[in-house]
């Protein structure tokens, strides 16, 4: 259960995270890597929803480091 809401705080901080980004210019390779994040916050929630908690929680935590590297200065 712990590792569940491990994973949905993961996500709504990526979810910020990918928020703050919509307002700024990103370039192709910024692009790609937010294509990336979404894709694996897609999967993670088919991951749950499959019961592979382990799982989700690993590429929860992919994008999350996705994430933040992109939202450094």
């Known amino acids: 259960m712990r590792q569940r ?3 949905n705080d993961l ?5 910020a ?3 703050k980004l919509s ?4 370039t192709q390779d910024e692009q790609e890597t937010v ?3 979404r ?3 897609q999967q993670v929630k088919e991951a749950d929803k499959e019961g592979d908690l382990q799982r989700a929680y690993k590429l929860a935590v992919k ?5 933040d590297a992109l ?3």
């Open 17 to 19: 995270s990918l928020q």
């Open 39 to 41: 894709k694996f916050m």
């Open 23 to 26: 307002g700024r210019q990103l």
């Open 63 to 67: 994008a999350h480091l996705l994430s």
């Open 5 to 7: 809401q491990n994973t």
């Open 11 to 15: 996500l709504a901080t990526t979810d």
């Open 35 to 37: 294509g990336q994040i």
């Open 71 to 73: 939202t450094k200065p």
